[in-house]
Nanobody, 120 residues
Framework: QVQLVESGGGLVQAGGSLRLSCAASGRILSISTMGWYRQAPGNQRELVAGILAGGSTNYADSVKGRFTISRDGAKNTVYLQMNSLKQEDTDVYYC??????????????WGQGTQVTVSS
């Protein structure tokens, strides 16, 4: 069984920074893509940033230049460094990983979500 545990959310003033972490544990053969999503109540979950196993990254236009995604393969962990935070970044943030666990079929696993609140 695979679990993803997120940490690092909280309350920050506009212009401030936060760093989110998401660590996978359990039976893991391989991890391909990792990503961060966010969702506000009543809205669809949207991709914030993604990173491939080779290190290629992509970002939502709204966070380009402010957020940086990175991964540590040895720790099965993905990070999201969020700088110059704006009130509109307030959301619940979820990590997602494509993981091969008991077989070489990759499945999606999600973290539990962490609240990020940006105040004025």
């Amino acid at each position: 069984q695979v679990q993803l545990v997120e940490s690092g959310g909280g309350l920050v003033q506009a212009g401030g920074s936060l760093r989110l972490s998401c660590a996978a544990s359990g039976r893991i053969l391989s991890i391909s893509t990792m990503g961060w999503y966010r969702q506000a109540p009543g809205n669809q979950r949207e991709l914030v940033a993604g990173i491939l196993a080779g290190g290629s990254t992509n970002y939502a236009d709204s966070v380009k230049g402010r957020f940086t995604i990175s991964r540590d393969g040895a720790k099965n962990t993905v990070y999201l460094q969020m700088n110059s935070l704006k009130q509109e970044d307030t959301d619940v943030y979820y990590c997602k990983m494509k993981i091969a666990s008991s077989s070489w079929q990759f499945n999606d696993y999600w973290g539990q979500g962490t609240q990020v609140t940006v105040s004025s």
